[in-house]
């Protein structure tokens, strides 16, 4: 696609249900991260794929946030039991890792708002 | 934790003026990227310096890099309203190790230019 695209713009859950967050990177765009944000914050690193493969899956907060990456490009997140605290916009982005630099595109965000 | 520190937090001006942001960070890099994100969107790149330059310029943009200080500064010049977002410095990890392509991402400034 033209861009990074994100499904659902937003989110509303109760406290303890699961969720899926959907990513769909810019065409042929081999990596693929996801970050998140609070409110008034800056971005925290989550995950990130290199193909299907997640290399740095050092920022994933806990074993309830679990991400994974099917045939080099959709991605999702998936973040169970949700509880207040993870309220937050989730952002992803994708880039061209044969290109020297990190320049990455990013998706408009899930707002997720947990109840 | 964040490698990136942002002053100001918060910046008010009025069009026509400059406005000057700051980014701090802690570890060597290999590039330095500037970001900018309007109120409930994703984040757009706008500049990226590497660490051999010293001063990059990109039509209103102009910024600065300092290793010795691992410091940089973004510089708008003749503020617009439409310049009105938040912006955050950000850096990559070392080519060749996993961390590649992950980003940290500073705090952010807020500026408002009024018009």
């Known amino acids: 696609g033209a861009g990074v695209s994100q499904s659902p713009s937003n989110k509303v859950t109760e406290k303890g249900k699961d969720v899926e967050l959907r990513c769909d990177p810019i065409s042929g765009h081999t990596a693929l991260y996801w970050y998140r944000q609070s409110l008034g914050q800056g971005l925290e690193f989550l995950i990130y794929?290199?193909?299907?493969?997640?290399?740095?899956k050092s920022g994933l907060p806990s074993d309830r946030f679990s991400a994974e990456r099917t045939g080099g490009s959709v991605s999702t997140l998936t973040i169970q039991r949700t509880q207040q605290e993870d309220s937050a916009v989730y952002l992803c982005?994708?880039?061209?890792?044969?290109?020297?630099?990190?320049?990455?595109?990013f998706g408009a965000g899930t707002r997720l708002s947990v109840l | 934790s964040q490698q990136g520190e942002e002053d100001p937090q918060a910046l008010s001006i009025q069009e026509g003026e400059n406005a000057t942001m700051n980014c701090s960070y802690k570890t060597s890099i290999n590039n330095l990227q500037w970001y900018r994100q309007n109120s409930g969107r994703g984040l757009v790149h706008l500049i990226l310096i590497r660490s051999n330059e010293r001063e990059k310029h990109s039509g209103r943009l102009r910024v600065t890099l300092d290793t010795s200080k691992k410091s940089s500064s973004l510089l708008i010049t003749a503020s617009r309203a439409a310049d009105t977002a938040s912006y955050f410095c950000?850096?990559?990890?070392?080519?060749?190790?996993?961390?590649?392509?992950?980003?940290?991402f500073g705090q952010g400034t807020i500026l408002t230019v009024h018009p």
């Open positions: 982005a994708s880039s061209n890792r044969t290109q020297a630099k990190n320049i990455q595109y």
């Open positions: 794929f290199q193909g299907n493969s997640a290399p740095d």
């Open positions: 950000a850096t990559g990890g070392n080519a060749g190790g996993t961390s590649y392509g992950k980003l940290t």
